[in-house]
């Protein structure tokens, strides 16, 4: 009996159904198709990765199935690694087309994609990849990129229809363990929820209210929490496409009255292209210094330190806050991450290789082609961006005055007197009684000072920035990733 013919559309950072042209695509093709989303093994024991990234991703393809579910389609959600799962389908269909969008990855998924491509064309099947969010493969430099992501960004988002189908039995011996089914399904309520749907609640409450103080609040820890969009795990994961959310901001009839709150806010949508595509270019910055000049940059490494950096028990409190509040939550503002990088790797003196994992495992919003280069951009690795140290005391002085964020994320300071609260080792004993923390026991002491790693750091950082290495590479890497003025 010859095998039925197929289409498959392989769902990776698009979970979503609208706006989507590899479904489009497998629509248009009139033959049926299979939607296959993965958990590799291989990628999901890969340090960058955590169970609140797969809850996510889990979450939401079944909010795609309740929304598919009246067309008789289905996400069917496979453990296993890639190759072999494609390698199953195709000894079971004939598979005649893959459609995906192509994903800016980490080496790892690289060398994955690499491998699926050879097994597709050895059974001469064509992979369709398509590029996403403006995101091109195979470009020298940027000439022309932002006039092309506008006229991208302009196009009219797809509307996706489905036609309705026969029921497709879909059979596979690619289940999950009980154990990782169990971790998927108990998603914490501390993060935020995930989906299509819930991307679009959390857009549609921005343009409605949340956004008007978007620029005022966006450096504050507290405030920020509900001024900032917060679409960046929608994003992330594909539940809204950049155009989609950048459209819905644009057309609102709020955008007038908010104007330049909507306008820093879409601006930065276009910096999450433009990060993505740096990445896309050279994945090596999950591991290398963007600057290889930088290779060379020696580090004292102090493994206390980086643990204590990690479990936010640093003795500066809107660090320690700032790491409660990510390890809770799986968000915190950029300038908050920026500053939580700049103390590991300046202040701890830590490579930045060191604490890199440990945020991507901890962001909700985990994109690789955001989050290594905007890690190394705070580290002072790429030698093209100006090097900003950020003090923290100075930051929780500026953007948490009363000390709000820091009693709600450090529970042992919730009581401490708030006139201290930025430096509470500078509190005497008689400031500590009425409030019963005892410095050094509740909670620690600084494990370093601020203003002499400061000046270490800035003189070693500078200091390299003149090496001829670094100004070497400085001319690749601005004629690489940055428009010709
Ligand atoms: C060390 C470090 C690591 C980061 N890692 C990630 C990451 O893994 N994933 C991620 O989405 N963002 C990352 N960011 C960027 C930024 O902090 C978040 O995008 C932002 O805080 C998300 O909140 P929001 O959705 O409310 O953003 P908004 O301010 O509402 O902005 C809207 C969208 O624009 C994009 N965006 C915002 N700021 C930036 C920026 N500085 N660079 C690139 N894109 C931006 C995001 O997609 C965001 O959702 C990182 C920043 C730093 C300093």
Redesign the pocket.
């Known amino acids: 009996m010859s095998k039925p013919e197929v289409n498959i559309v392989w769902l990776k950072r698009d979970l979503r159904t609208q706006d989507h042209v590899p479904i489009q695509q497998a629509e248009n093709s009139g033959l049926p198709y299979l939607l296959l989303f993965l958990y590799e093994p291989s990628l999901i024991e890969y340090p960058d990765t955590s169970d609140r990234h797969l809850q996510f991703c889990y979450h939401s393809v079944n909010q795609m199935n309740e929304t598919l579910a009246k067309t008789n389609q289905t996400v069917t959600q496979c453990y296993g690694e890639a190759v072999d799962v494609f390698a199953h389908f195709i000894s079971i269909y004939s598979v005649q087309n893959v459609f995906s969008y192509s994903e800016s990855g980490i080496k790892l998924t690289w060398k994955r994609d690499k491998a699926v491509k050879r097994l597709l064309d050895r059974k001469e099947i064509t992979w369709h990849e398509f590029q996403r969010d403006n995101v091109l493969r195979g470009i020298k430099n940027r000439d022309n990129w932002d006039k092309m992501w506008y006229h991208n960004m302009n196009q009219m988002a797809l509307t996706n229809t489905y036609s309705p189908k026969e029921k497709m039995e879909v059979n596979h011996p690619f289940s999950f363990p009980k154990e990782v089914k169990k971790t998927l399904e108990n998603y914490p309520r501390s993060f935020q929820p995930a989906g299509e749907k819930n991307g679009w609640k959390y857009l549609e409450s921005f343009v409605k209210d949340r956004g008007k103080n978007?620029n005022r609040h966006?450096s504050k820890p507290t405030e920020s929490r509900l001024s900032?969009?917060?679409?960046?795990p929608y994003?992330?994961w594909g539940n809204l496409s950049v155009k989609q959310a950048s459209q819905f901001v644009v057309s609102h009839p709020n955008s007038h009255k908010n104007k330049r709150a909507f306008d820093g806010?879409l601006t930065?949508?276009k910096?999450?292209c433009h990060?993505i595509q740096k990445f896309e270019v050279e994945c090596e910055y999950e591991t290398d210094c963007v600057n290889p000049g930088y290779e060379t940059l020696e580090h004292d490494n102090n493994s206390d330190f980086l643990e204590a950096w990690k479990q936010g028990k640093t003795g500066y409190p809107l660090v320690d806050a700032c790491m409660q509040a990510v390890i809770e939550t799986g968000?915190i503002?950029?300038r908050m991450?920026?500053m939580l990088?700049s103390f590991l790797c300046f202040n701890l003196d830590n490579d930045w290789r060191k604490g890199v994992y440990h945020?991507?495992q901890q962001?909700l919003?985990?994109?690789p082609g955001?989050?290594y280069p905007?890690?190394q951009m705070?580290a002072g690795t790429t030698g093209i961006n100006t090097v900003r140290m950020y003090n923290p005391i100075k930051q929780s002085q500026d953007n948490d005055p009363e000390g709000i964020f820091i009693k709600k994320w450090v529970p042992e300071l919730t009581d401490f007197p708030t006139k201290f609260i930025h430096e509470p080792w500078k509190a005497t004993k008689i400031d500590l009684i009425d409030c019963g923390v005892t410095l050094g026991e509740d909670y620690p002491l600084p494990i370093v000072d601020l203003k002499e790693t400061a000046k270490v750091a800035r003189d070693k950082i500078w200091g390299h920035r003149k090496t001829p290495e670094v100004r070497e590479n400085k001319r690749r890497i601005v004629h690489l990733h940055t428009r010709k003025r």
Request: glycine letters at 4%; hydrophobic letters at 50%.
């Open positions: 978007y966006i900032c969009g917060r679409i960046s994003l992330s806010m930065r949508l910096w999450h990060f968000w503002n950029f991450r920026a990088v945020l991507a962001f919003d985990y994109e955001i989050h905007q890690f705070q």
